[in-house]
Structure formats: C-alpha cells, structure tokens
C-alpha cells in the first residue's frame, strides 16, 4: 500500500503544479489583455477624464496627461476646479484609438478649426453644470489629431446663460500667444494650377481700351440739367434717370424709377446729352429699364450730334445713317463704337426699334474726350484732381501684388505683408500692416482695419485702400507728423480685396460694361455680406426665452452650431475673415462698400424680419458718431447740392443711417464684429459707381482721403487701459470690462489690455475676472484725440489663491489659512441662523394649529 500511496501522492502534487502553472498563465493573460485593451483605447479613456472637465481647461489637462499604464495614479484636478474629481470606471468601446498624447490647438485659441468634441457624462463633475460642444468649421484638409477648443464663446447654447460658460483665469487666452499670421514674399510667382483657374489662356486678362473716358452720366459727373429728352411718361421716368445702371425703387409709380422712358413709342422720340464743351464722342453704351415688374429695352438706335440743338448730323457708316445693336436684355451693358469720332457739343440717342412687348426705355453712359478750350487762358484752374503722386489706375491681382512689394520695399520699417487665407479659386487674401513694429502687438496699442472688396464690383475701396498704403509711407518718409503720429501709436491693417475672385471676373469687363452685379459675389455665388453668422437672433431668442434677465451674456456670443457644421454654406473667405477677427483685438474697423453715398451702423438686421426699422445697438450714440465723422469730412457726401444715387435721399438724414432702417441684412460683417468680438465697425458706401473710370479715381481719393484719416483716429477715443494681477503684476486676459448704463461689454486682449470706445463724459468702469474680487472706479473721456488711460489692478480671491497653491504644491500660508476659517465660521453662522429661524418659524406654525 504505501507504494501505492506514495504514487497517488506524486501524481496529486503534480495535478495541483499543473494547474497552479496553468492558472498562474491564465491570470496573467487576462492581466495583459487588460493591458492591451487600456492601451489601446488611451485617446478614449482620456476623453472619459475629459467628461469632467468645462472646455476652457482642457489645454491644461491635455498637457499633464502621459502615455502610461491607466492603472497609474489618478490625475489631479487643474487649478480652476472647484472639487476634487471622483474615481469613475470607464469602458472604452473596442475602436483603433491613437496612443499618442492629445495637442492643446496650435497658435489662436479663438481659432475656427476645430474638431468635433463629444465628452462622455461620468458621475463626477466639476460643476453642476453641462457644457456643450461646438463642431468645426468645414475644413478642406481635416486633421488627424484631436483639438479642444479653448474659447468658452464658442460654446453653443440656447439660453446664453453665463453660468453655462464660465471661463477661467487660468485657462484662457493667456495660456497661449496668438497667431501671427507670417509674412508674404511677394516676389514668389503665383501657383500655376491658379493662373490657369483664374486666367484662361483664351480669355483676355485686360479689359477693353477705350479711346475716351465716359461723360460721366453714371458718376454724376454730368448734371440732372444737361440731359433732355423728346417726351417722357412722368417725373420717375424723366431723362435725368437715363444713367448707367441708375437703379430703381422697389415699386414703380415713384419718383426713383430705374431708366429713361419716352411717353410715345415712335421713332422720334430721343436722349439729349450736353457735354457743356466741345467733346470727340467715341461710343454709346446701352441698358434697358432696371424694374422688377416691366421688361422694356432698345433693340437698335441711331446717333446724332450737333453744336446748336437746332442742326443735327447723324452718324454714318460709309454712305448710310448707322443703326447700332442695342440691348437683348434689361440689365447687359453694350457698347457701340461709332465709326467715325464726332467732335460737337451735344449728342442723341435715337431708339429705332425696342422690346415689341415694351416701351422705349434706356439707361446710358457716352464716351468722349473733351477739347481743350482755345479761349481759356488759364487751363489750369480747370483742372482737378489731387497733389499727391500716387498710382492711380485700377489693379487686378498680379498688379496689387506689386503694388504692395513696392510700398514694402519703399517703406520696409513700417510695413508687413501677410495672408489670411485664400479665396475659392486658390487667391492670396493680402493684407498690408502698417505700424512702428510691423509683426507684433504692442501693449496698450491699439488695433485697426480697413477691409474692401466684399463686393468684387465695388472696386473704389480696394483702389482708395492701395492709395492709402502709398499715401501713408510717403508721408511718413516726409515727416508729416500726423502720418508719424498714427503709426506710432496704431497698428493698421488692410485688406484691399475681400473677394479677389469676384474683382477679376468684374475687371475683365471693364469699368463701362461690368454691369451692376457681375463680380458682387464670390465664385461659388455667395453674397458675403450676408455670410456671416447670424448672432441677432441668437441674441434676440435668448432674450425671449430668458425669464431671469441678470444671466443673459451682451457679448461674445458663440457661433451657432448649424454654422459650424460641414453642410453650412460658408466661403473660405468668410472663414479666413472671422479666423482673423478671433486672432487680432481689433478695436476699430470700416467696411468699404459702393453703389451708394451713405455711412451705415449697426445693427444691419431687423429684429423680427421686418424690410426695414430703426434696430439700434447699445452703444448707437457712437457708432453715430463714428458715421458722422467719416460722411460729415467726405467732400462729395458734405455737399449739400448733391443729388441722390439711386432711390435713397441721404441727405435727409445727414447722410447717416441705422443700417436695419436702411434695408435688413442678416449675416452682416458689422453686427457679427460687435456680437462676437470687440471691435465697432460701420460700413461704408463711398460712390453712386460701382465701378469708375480709371480717370476719376484722382478725384475719388481727395474726396475720401481726409475721411479715411480721420476715421481711423477715432479708434484712441474713450478709454484703455491694462487689467493686472495685484500681486504679480501679470496681465489678466479676459477680464470683462462693464460700463454703467451701456448694455454691452468687451474683454481685456491676452496681454490684459483693454480699449473701450466712447463718447465724451463721465463713466463707471467695473471690471471682473474669474477667480478675482470685482473692481470699479471712475473715468472721465475727454473731448481731446487721445484715450484716457484707466487701469485696474485686481486681487484673487482665497479660493483662487488656494487652488494655485494647491496646484503647485505648495502650503498654505497662515494668512490665508485665517482667511479661509473666517470665511467658513461666517458661512458657519449664517447657516446657523437660516436653521433656527426655520425652527422657530416651524415652532409659531405648531403653536398656531395646537391653538
């Protein structure tokens, strides 16, 4: 038996080896496949840590997190956090996460390139509150890596409701420098794959030479007096609204319609125009009725000229009278060359044949070179134009490149050209700095804009905007000591052209024949004036749904979601101008429009749809006067004589308008800029042509050239100032900066400076920041041209003082430690009080009923 036994016994000593070693192997297995699947799943389990946190701390996390086993110890919470963060077990879905660490987004935190950011809700949370997420702009190269955003006003929620959102000291924008947008080389040639999308071999690039500028009938140049007609049908229709895309008012029957139209349809009637001076006319170019209800357009025409009015030559083509092509629609531009110059003082048009369903219906421009007088000896004092020595003619793209390179190389110390981005068809968006330290931001200085070219067509701003580049090196170069004094203590930004895809399309038709709309939008036939977010009715919504008023934001509104979604119809231009509002504190800004003689101001948009109404901003007693500065200093919009562009007499409201009460435009570029960001901004319609002649644009710039000055002085009107932490002296970025009585508020730059533009008087200026006790003081605005400097110095509160600590590991000090029982023994004892006031309350009640 006992050999027996002893066997039995080795064999039960080497099952339990066995399955010890296998259970051991097991065990161990399943361990690593723990392993494997935490790792794995690292970018998940990190966005579960993320749950806990609001938006604006995610860059901090993002760095303290490292690729390690998640059985590691447990991360601490940032130093904005209020609790301290629970154990939550997360379960990663088996997906191929990357292992690499997450990035904090590169360069702006106010950058519109972002990825979708969907945290999951875990039970431990650093507040009682949900922020939401915003998705991206729609990027044409999506990136591989995750980007929190780290701006708490993009932010998407309906109630707008402060609480929701708040941002803390410690994760702001100080946490990054922003973007500089780099510098442009200019003698780099443009992409080939873009000069073959944007110049078509067969097409030309220049638009057509004419041998004679126009009279003038669509600049105004030529009076209401010197047109005449045979008949018309009533005042609307009279001969001074035979002008070159003249546009008419919304209803026909008016005092504003949009051509000539003769009373009688026969071949007598005509369009008289006096050139005041003996002229060689060169061509006619023809438009039909600009209406909305009747179609009315010449077919064909013939052309006199005389010197008396009684005898008339008629134009002939060899041995004949001409008959010219006319129109085959309302809206083309032709043109007719005559055969042969005609050298008189006036000139007919003749309509032969027109529309057969229509009426004899024209708009006009004539083109003609005037004679010298041979009776004036002084043919100087008729000149006109200006002094100054600047390049005056229209620039395509290629021609504004070296424009710029030349102002750059002229004035290198006071200038940088840089980019914002690119148009649809692949074109530079250039902008020219101009400032004492091109390429940065100096504390306390503060930052302007001019932006042209929305419109493609509307091609005087891009031209006063390159002449003003010019105008600003010469005279800087000279010494002229406001030119000096501008630069030294403003940073100036321009953007020349808008929409450069728009400008070549109108360009290559020519000032004459570009039409009213052709090169208005962009290539993809987006209208930019109405592509920016809509924050009014975000606004206005929350206003409605809002019962408690106290928690409703003025500024800073967030991008809706559906903007920032991929199928929503932005152009990257739009997207290249909103990035660059996010990145530079913009203070002051002008938007340079034409087709009209006006200065608009927010809001551009009806509160409830409405065609037109008054819809005035808090700060409207500004952004009058911002509009009167610029209207009252331009010669032509000053002159009390003048007539009226289209269908709109100015002149009646000092040639100012609330821009609602003009017409509603939703999407607006100026309301976007207040609801969003700092900067105040008004738009400018600078003449009744869209598009002038080369010849005129020495006139235009004289008569805008003192308006564009002064307006940008403007911006050191009201208050700066730098938010500091008492203690370190660091600038405080995102402090909001509160005015009495004014209904909306900015915030402090990265630096922690601040510009609050406002008219003379005395304010109450209240600033708070996250984590630091409120300060207010007062602050007088002067009438002089320079701000008055209101600085504030702010404390941390105990908590933020010990979440720093904290933070660093440091210990706390007993002055704090004091501070902190005393703030515990008052929460203490007013507890205390609200408990035994309850009871006693609860005791006269049982008192009561027992009686």
Not at 341 to 368: D, H, S
């Amino acid at each position: 038996m006992a050999p027996t036994v002893i066997l039995l016994s080795l064999l039960t000593f080497i099952v339990v080896l066995v399955g010890g070693v296998t259970n051991s192997h097991s065990l161990k297995k399943s361990h690593n496949l723990n392993d494997t699947r935490t790792t794995s799943a690292t970018g998940s389990a990190r966005t579960g840590t993320y749950a806990n946190i609001s938006p604006t701390k995610v860059s901090r996390f993002s760095k303290t997190i490292k690729s390690t086993d998640a059985t590691s110890r447990p991360l601490k919470p940032t130093e904005g956090s209020t609790k301290s963060l629970k154990t939550t077990t997360f379960k990663p879905k088996q997906t191929q996460a990357t292992t690499r660490p997450l990035k904090p987004t590169e360069g702006s935190t106010k950058t519109l390139k972002t990825t979708t950011f969907k945290p999951k809700q875990t039970q431990a949370t650093t507040r009682a509150l949900k922020p939401t997420t915003v998705k991206p702009l729609k990027s044409k190269k999506p990136s591989t890596t995750l980007k929190p955003t780290l701006k708490w006003t993009e932010v998407s929620t309906k109630a707008l409701k402060p609480t929701t959102v708040k941002p803390t000291v410690t994760a702001t924008r100080t946490t990054t420098s922003p973007v500089r947008f780099h510098s442009e080389d200019l003698n780099e040639n443009i992409d080939k794959n873009v000069e073959r999308r944007v110049w078509h071999k067969k097409e030309s690039e220049e638009p057509p030479l004419f041998e004679c500028p126009p009279l003038g009938l669509e600049s105004l140049k030529v009076k209401d007096s010197q047109i005449q007609a045979s008949s018309y049908k009533r005042m609307g229709l009279g001969p001074h609204r035979g002008r070159l895309n003249i546009q008419s008012g919304v209803e026909d029957g008016d005092i504003y319609d949009g051509a000539w139209c003769a009373q009688y349809k026969d071949q007598n009637q005509w369009l008289q125009v006096d050139a005041k001076k003996l002229t060689r006319f060169t061509a006619v170019i023809l438009q039909g009725r600009s209406s909305i209800w009747s179609w009315d357009y010449v077919e064909t025409y013939k052309v006199q000229v005389s010197n008396d009015t009684i005898k008339w030559k008629p134009c002939m083509n060899g041995s004949e009278e001409a008959v010219f092509e006319g129109n085959k629609d309302t809206e083309t531009s032709v043109l007719a060359i005559l055969p042969k110059p005609a050298v008189a003082q006036y000139i007919r048009i003749n309509p032969q044949t027109w529309f057969k369903n229509g009426t004899i219906c024209l708009r006009a421009e004539i083109m003609g070179c005037e004679l010298p007088d041979p009776n004036n000896i002084y043919p100087w004092q008729a000149e006109e134009g200006t002094k100054d020595k600047l390049d005056f003619r229209h620039h395509n793209y290629k021609e504004m490149r070296k424009l710029m390179k030349s102002v750059n190389e002229m004035c290198p110390d006071i200038t940088r050209i840089y980019s914002i981005g690119k148009s649809y068809m692949g074109l530079k968006l250039y902008v020219m700095e101009i400032s004492d330290n091109p390429g940065k931001h100096e504390l306390g200085e503060p930052e302007f804009r001019y932006v042209a070219g929305m419109h493609g067509n509307e091609v005087l701003g891009r031209e006063l905007l390159l002449n003003l580049m010019e105008y600003i090196c010469q005279e800087y170069k000279q010494g002229n000591q406001r030119i000096v004094h501008l630069v030294k203590e403003t940073r100036i930004h321009l953007l020349p052209s808008m929409n450069p895809d728009g400008y070549e399309m109108a360009y290559k038709k020519g000032s004459e024949l570009a039409g009213w709309a052709l090169g208005r939008y962009s290539y993809e036939g987006i209208d930019m004036n109405h592509n920016f977010a809509d924050l009014n009715t975000v606004m206005w919504d929350a206003i409605e749904l809002e019962t408690d008023k106290s928690k409703l934001i003025n500024h800073y509104f967030p991008i809706p979601e559906h903007y920032t979604s991929e199928e929503a119809l932005v152009s990257p231009e739009t997207r290249a101008v909103i990035s660059w509002m996010q990145t530079i504190p913009f203070v002051l800004s002008a938007n340079l429009h034409g087709g009209e003689l006006v200065v608009t101001y927010p809001f551009d948009m009806t509160r409830d749809w409405a065609p037109k109404e008054h819809t005035p901003t808090p700060d409207d007693s500004f952004f009058r006067w911002l509009a009167t500065v610029y209207a009252s200093t331009n010669h032509v919009m000053s002159n009390p004589d003048r007539r009226p562009c289209h269908n709109e007499d100015f002149l009646r409201y000092n040639n100012i308008i609330n821009g609602a009460n003009w017409h509603t435009v939703p999407g607006s570029m100026n309301d976007f800029s207040y609801l969003h960001t700092n900067c105040f901004e008004v738009t400018v319609e600078l003449s009744c042509d869209k598009f002038p002649h080369a010849s005129e644009l020495p006139i235009e710039w004289e008569n805008n050239k003192e308006s564009l000055l002064v307006y940008m002085e403007q911006v050191h009107r009201g208050i700066k100032g730098v938010v500091r932490d008492k203690d370190t002296e660091a600038g405080i970025a995102d402090a909001i900066i509160k005015v009495d009585d004014i209904d909306h508020h900015i915030r402090s730059a990265f630096d922690g400076d601040f510009w609050r533009l406002l008219n003379p008087g005395d304010y109450d200026v209240t600033v708070t920041a996250e984590g630091y006790f409120p300060a207010t003081r007062s602050c007088r605005v002067e009438y002089e041209h320079y701000p008055t400097i209101c600085d504030f110095q702010l404390t941390k509160t105990p908590k933020q003082r010990l979440r720093e600590i904290l933070a660093k590991g440091g210990k706390i000090p007993k002055d704090l430690q004091l501070r902190l029982r005393q703030l515990r023994m008052r929460k203490l004892r007013v507890s205390t009080k609200l408990i035994n006031r309850r009871r006693q309350s609860q005791q006269r009640r049982a008192r009561g009923a027992h009686n």
